[in-house]
């Protein structure tokens, strides 16, 4: 296993941020090793040319794998650490250095947006990460919009087959990990004063638009969170101790 750190990146509907993103992690105060990219199949990119960004390597995939394809690619990275971005993400330059930071104090599966789950039910939980700005690493069920892990403990996400393909990667990348290696999920630090050290400068500006799938782009809101509530009631039936042990 090298050292250092491999991005893997997530072609998809929003192929016009990707070269704001690239720039963003060529910048880090921690730089990447690898900066990969996965493409999922979608008509919003097919034109698109990802071969003049100075990327290590391009994965085109003639099918949409949806939310699991990039973290099974990250299976064939080398480096010590792994890092993904969702489409929408420009992190600062100082993220990656936040997140190698937290890993010496708080080893885990390290995330850009955290939730607390209160219930079964997905919508009530407690956010951490960019969206409230917390001061301190805060442990939560599971994260999201940017990970950052060692490139091991990615592979307890897979030592079982997923409940479904449909969602819920996030869920299940927590889940896993947690009941197979002991490993738990943090949000870094996002201090208010310094977004230099946030993992998603533009969460609002690049995300909340109608090719989310939070916001209907592929099915109904209330299937999208139904899945999701299915994903949380699985995993807690099959040896998911979240935080607040639901049962």
Known sequence: MEEGITIVLNCYKRPEYLKEQIQALRAQTVKPKYIWLWMNACPEN?????????????????????YHGRFAVGLLTQTKH???????TIPGDMWL??????????PGILGGAGCILHSRAYVQHQRMGWPVKNSVTTEVDLVGHAWF?????????WYETPFTFENGEDIQLSYLAKKHGGVKTYCPAHPQDNPRLHSSLKPEEYGN???ASSNGSLKSIP????????????????????LLHLQ
């Open 209 to 211: 638009d109608n090719k």
């Open 82 to 88: 792994v890092a993904f971005f969702d489409d929408d």
């Open 46 to 66: 097919k034109k698109f040319n990802p071969y003049n960004l100075g990327l290590d390597k391009v994965f085109k995939s003639d099918t949409n794998c949806k």
């Open 223 to 242: 299937d999208f969170y139904r899945e999701r509530d299915e994903c949380i009631s699985y995993s807690i039936d099959n040896g998911w101790d979240t």
């Open 97 to 106: 250095e936040n997140c190698m930071n937290t890993m010496k104090e708080t």
């Open 149 to 157: 892990m060692k490139r091991d403990h990615l592979s307890y996400m």
